[in-house]
Structure formats: C-alpha cells, structure tokens
C-alpha cells in the first residue's frame, strides 16, 4: 500500500517560497498512469487542489495557482515537490500530498513574518 509523506517548514515568510517534498513509499511515483497531487485547506475553508505531476512527468496546474506554483519529481528518490512563490498570508493552510485515495497526514505552513 502506498504511503506518502509531506516535509518542509513549518513557517514561511510574506514574499518568500514556500518548498514542500512528499516522499512516497510503497509505490513508484512512475507508475502508469497515477497523478501525484498537491492539496490544501486553509483554515475553515475547503479542501483546494492546487496541481499534480503525472507518472510521465507532466504536470498540471489550478488556474488560479498557476502564475506561482511550480511542481517536479526526483524519480531517483521517490519523491514530488511543491514550490509557491511569492507566499502571502492567505496561503496559510494544511498541505497535503495524495494519490488516488491515498494520502499524506498533511502538514501546516503558516505565513507570517
């Protein structure tokens, strides 16, 4: 059963990049045709889909997200990566990284200075 792990800072400040790693053991992040995801909840709100790498590679954006977030993969570690730049406030929430019903225990980034 795949497992995945999200890791990185818990505290980020206005204007810098925020970089979160999900390790994921138990599975190939190259195995056809999984979607490696990036998820969040900011507090009270819904659960946001902010992108994904597939297994080949490709990556996919929420519009919305797309001008500042940046998804890759190290194939060499099992691992997918987050990056969201120029981070204000309001990107304070639980980051979760999920695949296909499996998901990460999700970890919080705050945003402050």
């Known amino acids: 059963q795949v497992q995945l792990q999200e890791s990185g800072p818990g505290l980020v400040k206005p204007s810098q990049t925020l970089s979160l790693t999900c390790t994921v053991s138990g599975g190939s992040i190259t195995t056809s045709y999984y979607y490696w995801s990036w998820i969040r909840q900011p507090p009270g709100k819904g659960l946001e889909r902010m992108g994904a790498?597939?297994?080949?590679?490709?990556?996919y954006y929420s519009p919305s997200l797309k001008s500042h977030t940046s998804i890759s993969r190290d194939t060499s570690k099992n691992q997918f990566s987050l990056q969201l730049s120029s981070v204000t406030p309001e990107d304070t929430a639980v980051y979760y990284c999920a695949r296909a019903g499996s998901w990460g225990q999700g970890t919080q980034v705050t945003v402050s200075s």
């Open positions: 790498i597939a297994y080949d590679g490709s990556t």
